[in-house]
């Protein structure tokens, strides 16, 4: 396959997941907010830059195993520190080829302000983070690219949140808004913008349902994938509903599915998450 249908079909990651333990809610002073989880991503398929679907060649498949532990802990009232640690194990086969590349991923680390607000049932947050990828992507001595695990770059991630219980519209509903934007430090970029909206209902004291829509546009001036196979230039729109059982009080386990609905330059794909919350 070549490089530049191979840089198409896959989608980096760091990109494609965010664990849906929203940090949008504050975990309190002197308290952890812990969330692992594990998320599954197949694809057969893909848009390319017209958003015009095309199947694999050769039977061709993607498929993505993300591992990831993401934290929180409550400095005082107004500041938390917050960290995403991810594992990342890729594979790309066709007829008589496969590729495959597992490594930890972009470590993100950084910091939230919540400012006071009136309504305590209300949360606006900032956070700023830095991007410190722990891979090194992989290309085979036949001039084959395997699935990246990243940018291969540093970089920073600012993003504003708005999160909160409207009570007095609909009892016991939540919502978490995220809009942010990242910038890799390499000389291509790329420059990164992203939405990220969850509403959920509590059914009863234990369990919940929620809905989750996501974006990112990915953008870079440059847009050719011979270099290096990675691409760099591509959007997305994905889909997920899920539900969530509390066990006890400190621990919570939440399971989704996801589907994307319309993209660019990048795979067409679904798959399913599992993670927990622990809080302390």
């Not at 829509?213 to 990675?230: A, E, M, W």
Request: charge should be positive; aromatic fraction near 18%.
């Amino acid at each position: 396959m070549k490089k530049s249908l191979l840089a198409a079909a896959i989608i980096i990651a760091s990109c494609i997941f965010s664990i849906n333990a929203k940090a949008g809610f504050p975990v309190g002073a002197g308290h952890w907010l812990l969330s692992p989880g594990y998320y599954y991503y197949t694809a057969t398929g893909y848009w390319d830059n017209n958003r015009v679907y095309n199947s694999y060649s050769n039977n061709g498949r993607f498929t993505s195993h993300y591992l990831g532990l993401y934290g929180v802990y409550g400095i005082n009232r107004n500041w938390e520190f917050v960290f995403n640690v991810p594992f990342v194990s890729q594979t790309y086969s066709e007829t008589n080829l496969l590729t495959q590349n597992s490594s930890l991923g972009d470590v993100t680390a950084g910091f939230s302000y919540y400012p006071q607000m009136r309504n305590l049932n209300t949360h606006f947050s900032i956070t700023g983070s830095i991007i410190i990828p722990l891979y090194q992507n992989v290309v085979y001595p036949s001039g084959v690219t395997a699935p990246s695990i990243g940018f291969q770059s540093v970089g920073a991630e600012v993003k504003a949140s708005l999160a909160g219980s409207p009570q007095n519209f609909i009892k016991n509903c939540y919502y978490d808004l995220s809009l942010g934007a990242r910038q890799y430090f390499s000389t291509y970029g790329p420059t990164q913008f992203f939405f990220d909206g969850t509403f959920g209902v509590a059914v009863d004291e234990d369990w919940k349902i929620y809905g989750n829509l996501s974006t990112v546009s990915s953008q870079s001036n440059y847009t050719s994938t011979i270099t290096d196979g990675i691409n760099r230039d591509f959007s997305y729109l994905r889909l997920t509903v899920g539900a969530g059982f509390r066990v006890n009080k400190t621990l919570q386990i939440f399971g989704n599915i996801f589907q994307d609905i319309s993209g660019r330059n990048i795979g067409r794909g679904h798959g399913f998450g599992l993670f927990a919350v622990i809080r302390f």
